[in-house]
């Protein structure tokens, strides 16, 4: 199962940039750029993340990207992520970058947005691994803070391939930004957003009828509502499922209590993400061997995780008819058979 995970042709969907530094990495950055961090070492550092909740962590997290200050602090970010890619055969990511996060601390829009694509640029041209990019609102800020934003990002967005909405999902509820969400529909931005990972299925409801999103990431407790469960197999409306985060941001108590092979088994669009995984201890691969290990993923479920992601995806045709008979053949040369 090992190698088989290994080699299994992999798409993320739902990854957070400025979640994929690594504790080394923002200390070599803090000591480039003059900014000092409250931990005296990585050791210190690593040990704080133990995270009660998703505020216990979006503290440490934007405490983290302080150290992100140039264009090549954010280039060295994003390649190392894709080093994991690489050693993960991720094919395909689409990115979130929280712009919010470092134009209140000065930093320009374009140093953010310059050095994450021109790091996803050389990973295209050296590894194949194709993206997208999606521009997030921060949603415990203002409605007002995110007009401003979309304003912002206005001359860059034919760089940018969507919107999404992330951050403390409790108090903060889809209608606050339903208009941001017209109006980025408008200039022709698809949108994606969290929901129901903090927040009751009715979250995920509000947010499919008032954002108008084309997936929802988490989106795990809609198996408290029968009614949304069905919908959401009928539709087909992809739910991008980070397992290790929601074991420790404690959605589930354990891997062995995560329901994301029952929504699978119930005609869901489920796929397997990594989320922020320098903070939750594991990247796709981790994520994969994890439901191998601890809830007994089958290879025909992985495989179909993979499909599922494909689907989800916003490649074009002919990329999905690429993977999706890639991942195919290769589960056929090991056995699976994919109906």
Known sequence: MENFIAGLPKLELHLHIEGT???????????RNGVTLPWPDVGSLRAAYEFDCLQSFLDLYYLGTSVLVTEQ????????????????????????????????????????????????RE????????????????????????????????????RIHGIGLDSSELG?????????????????????????EEGPAQCIWQTIEELQVKR?????????????????????????VCPLSNVRLKVFDEMAHHNVLALLEQGLCVTINSDDPAYFGGYMGDNFRALA???????????????????????????????????????????????
């Open 172 to 196: 903060n509820p889809p209608a606050k930004f339903a208009r941001v969400f017209a109006a980025a529909r408008a200039l022709g931005l698809p949108a994606v957003a969290h929901a129901g």
């Open 21 to 31: 530094l690594e504790p080394e990495l923002m200390f070599a950055l803090g000591q």
């Open 123 to 158: 990973g295209e041209r050296a590894h194949g691994i194709s993206w997208r990019l999606i521009m997030s609102f921060l949603r415990h800020l203002s409605e007002e803070a995110a007009f401003a934003t979309l304003e912002e990002a206005r001359p860059h967005l034919p």
């Open 293 to 339: 290990q601890e809830l007994g993923a089958s290879r025909e479920q992985l495989c179909r995780l993979s499909l599922n992601a494909v689907e989800a995806s916003w490649l074009g045709f002919a990329d999905k008819a690429r993977l999706t008979q890639e991942i195919r053949g290769y589960g056929a040369c090991h056995g699976v058979a994919l109906y």
């Open 216 to 240: 929802i990431d988490h989106g795990v407790r809609c198996a408290e509502d029968p009614a949304l469960v069905s919908y959401l197999a009928d539709t087909r409306l992809p739910l991008t």
């Open 73 to 120: 602090d954010f280039f060295d970010l994003t390649w190392a992520y894709l080093e994991r890619c690489v050693a993960d055969h991720v094919v395909h990511a689409e990115i979130f970058f929280d712009p919010q996060a470092h134009t209140a601390r000065g930093v320009p829009f374009a140093t953010v947005l310059g050095g994450i694509e021109r790091a996803l």
